[in-house]
């Protein structure tokens, strides 16, 4: 089994987001998320929010192999800038970049001047600058009048050396995964693991993927897999913390995110999190460690190293 992981909600300072992903990396890590485009966390802490691109680049440049990922939000780029700066990075470290984008907003992204967009706008903007995307890492020049992209013969320099860069599409809903059977080569899977639920994603993304002629299995899956690595199982302490960090997912009872999340000793979260990635088709499922301290995320990235257990080192590529 391949195990990404992941760091978000802006709990550590750069120093120790820094070490943390090095010490991932020589445990032989593929692939590690951190906090990607968000504006301002509604929170009174003073704690440093860092740049999620900012900090994604440098990641990589301090870094020797590990994929480094974090989310794009496509109202908070104009999508020929965007498919610029990603093309950069993979000019200078190729395959090092883990490209995930999504349409999601910000309760505050207002006070930054970004647009408060309805669901459905926000979707076609998404499908919009993925359609530019494509074009510009193709070399094309692309001339796109659409509602929210419009470009007359942009064309980004250098163009990657693989042609087209993998784009990973974070989704839950049928509109949004209509975009990931439209443009994504990976289908982050926005859900709990939970496996009726996934498994009723999936279908809706086959059925997109069958009205554009398009094989749903070609499109690789992975999904953030809420861990806690706690030799107490304190499955109650777990639940919170997830409700903590999972807002939008409050309308998912208990009794169904309860058995969803991966708590025990490190020997049982490995095991689980092999048997979640099996059940729902994950090629790389990710131990969401989101919202430990750098402490406790230290303990849990040595807990679950590659080589334990059956844990894949292969470096995983996109």
Same mark, same amino acid.
């Given at each position: 089994?391949?195990?990404?992981?992941?760091?978000?909600?802006?709990?550590?300072?750069?120093?120790?987001?820094?070490?943390?992903?090095?010490? =991932?990396?020589?445990?032989?890590?593929?692939?590690?998320?951190?906090?990607?485009?968000?504006?301002?966390?509604? @929170?009174?802490?003073?704690?440093?929010?860092?740049?999620?691109?900012?900090?994604?680049?440098?990641?990589?440049?301090?870094?020797?192999?590990?994929?480094?990922?974090?989310?794009?939000?496509?109202?908070?780029?104009?999508?020929?800038?965007?498919?610029?700066?990603?093309?950069?990075? $993979?000019?200078?470290?190729?395959?090092? &970049?883990?490209?995930?984008?999504? @349409?999601?907003?910000?309760?505050?992204?207002?006070?930054?001047?970004?647009?408060?967009?309805?669901?459905?706008?926000?979707?076609?903007?998404?499908?919009?600058?993925?359609?530019? &995307?494509?074009? &510009?890492?193709?070399?094309?020049?692309?001339?796109?009048?659409?509602?929210?992209?419009?470009?007359?013969?942009?064309?980004?320099?250098?163009?990657?050396?693989?042609?087209? &860069?993998?784009?990973?599409?974070?989704?839950?809903?049928?509109?949004?995964?209509?975009?990931?059977?439209?443009?994504?080569?990976?289908?982050?899977?926005?859900?709990?693991?939970?496996? /009726?639920?996934?498994?009723?994603?999936?279908?809706?993304?086959?059925?997109?993927? $069958?009205?554009?002629?398009?094989?749903?299995?070609?499109? =690789?899956?992975?999904?953030?897999?809420?861990?806690?690595?706690?030799?107490?199982?304190?499955?109650?302490?777990?639940?919170?913390?997830?409700?903590?960090?999972?807002?939008?997912?409050?309308?998912?009872?208990?009794? $169904?995110?309860?058995?969803?999340?991966?708590?025990?000793?490190?020997?049982?979260?490995?095991?689980?999190?092999? $048997?979640?990635?099996?059940?729902?088709?994950?090629?790389?499922?990710?131990?969401?460690?989101?919202?430990?301290?750098?402490?406790?995320?230290?303990? /849990?990235?040595? /807990?679950?190293?590659?080589?334990?257990?059956?844990?894949?080192?292969?470096?995983?590529? @996109?």
């Amino acid at each position: 089994m391949k195990l990404g992981l992941a760091l978000s909600w802006h709990q550590h300072r750069w120093e120790d987001l820094l070490a943390l992903v090095q010490r =991932a990396d020589a445990l032989g890590y593929p692939a590690i998320f951190v906090d990607g485009d968000i504006s301002m966390l509604d @929170s009174a802490s003073d704690r440093d929010v860092l740049d999620g691109w900012t900090a994604t680049t440098a990641l990589i440049a301090h870094s020797r192999r590990i994929q480094v990922g974090s989310i794009r939000l496509v109202h908070h780029w104009n999508a020929a800038r965007l498919a610029q700066a990603v093309a950069t990075v $993979e000019r200078q470290s190729p395959g090092r &970049l883990h490209f995930l984008i999504a @349409s999601g907003d910000r309760p505050h992204d207002g006070r930054f001047g970004l647009p408060r967009l309805p669901v459905g706008e926000r979707i076609r903007w998404l499908d919009e600058a993925l359609t530019a &995307l494509r074009g &510009l890492w193709r070399g094309e020049s692309v001339t796109l009048d659409g509602r929210y992209v419009k470009l007359q013969r942009a064309r980004v320099r250098p163009t990657p050396a693989r042609g087209a &860069l993998p784009i990973a599409v974070a989704a839950g809903r049928s509109r949004m995964l209509e975009v990931v059977a439209a443009h994504a080569d990976r289908w982050e899977v926005n859900l709990p693991a939970i496996p /009726a639920r996934v498994q009723r994603a999936a279908a809706a993304l086959a059925a997109a993927c $069958e009205r554009r002629g398009r094989d749903p299995d070609a499109i =690789a899956r992975s999904q953030w897999i809420f861990t806690r690595v706690d030799d107490a199982h304190d499955a109650a302490a777990a639940l919170a913390d997830y409700r903590r960090w999972n807002p939008w997912f409050d309308a998912i009872p208990d009794s $169904e995110i309860g058995p969803a999340l991966v708590v025990g000793g490190a020997d049982h979260c490995r095991g689980r999190l092999a $048997e979640l990635a099996e059940q729902l088709k994950l090629d790389l499922p990710v131990a969401d460690l989101s919202g430990l301290d750098a402490a406790a995320a230290e303990r /849990a990235i040595e /807990a679950l190293a590659p080589g334990k257990s059956g844990v894949d080192a292969t470096i995983w590529t @996109s």
